[in-house]
C-alpha cells in the first residue's frame, strides 16, 4: 500500500506564492513511478495540473498554468513538490497528488491514469 501525504495549503494573496509539498510512503520500498498534481474546485472536476517523470528529466503541465507554475520531486526524500506563482482567485481548489505505478516516462493527464492518492490540500487566493 502506497500513502501520499499533500502539505503546504492555505490562504494566499492574489499575486502571492505558495509551494505544496507530497510525502510518498509505502510499508516496502518501490519505484520508480511518474507523480502529478491535480486540483478540484468545488462543484467542479478534478483536473490535471502537473507530472513529472521518475528521474524528473520530464514535466508537463496544463495549458494554462504554464510558467506559474513549476512540479519538482527528490527522490532520496520521496517527496514531490509544486511551486505556485502569481496566483489568482481561480487558482483556487483542494489540490491532490497523484501516483502512477505503470509510467516512468509518459506522464498521463487523466485521473483515471493514477493508482494512488493523496488526501488533498486546500489552496485559497484572495482578491
Known amino acids: 500500500q502506497v500513502h501520499l501525504v499533500e502539505s503546504g495549503g492555505g490562504l494566499v494573496h492574489a499575486g502571492g506564492s505558495l509551494r505544496l509539498s507530497c510525502a510518498q510512503s509505502?510499508?516496502?520500498?518501490?519505484?520508480?513511478?511518474?507523480m502529478a498534481w491535480f486540483r478540484q474546485a468545488p462543484g467542479k472536476e478534478r483536473k490535471f495540473v502537473a507530472a513529472?517523470?521518475?528521474?524528473?528529466?520530464?514535466?508537463r503541465y496544463a495549458d494554462s498554468l504554464k510558467g506559474r507554475f513549476t512540479i519538482s520531486r527528490d527522490n532520496s526524500k520521496n517527496m514531490t513538490y509544486l511551486q505556485m506563482n502569481n496566483l489568482n482567485r481561480d487558482d483556487s481548489a483542494v489540490y491532490f497528488c497523484?501516483?502512477?505505478?505503470?509510467?516512468?516516462?509518459?506522464?498521463?493527464?487523466?485521473?483515471?491514469?493514477?493508482?494512488?492518492w493523496g488526501q488533498g490540500t486546500q489552496v485559497t487566493v484572495s482578491s
Open positions: 513529472i517523470s521518475w528521474n524528473g528529466n520530464n514535466a
Open positions: 497523484a501516483l502512477d505505478m505503470h509510467q516512468v516516462q509518459a506522464l498521463g493527464v487523466m485521473v483515471l491514469e493514477y493508482d494512488y
Open positions: 509505502a510499508e516496502r520500498s518501490f519505484g520508480p513511478y511518474a
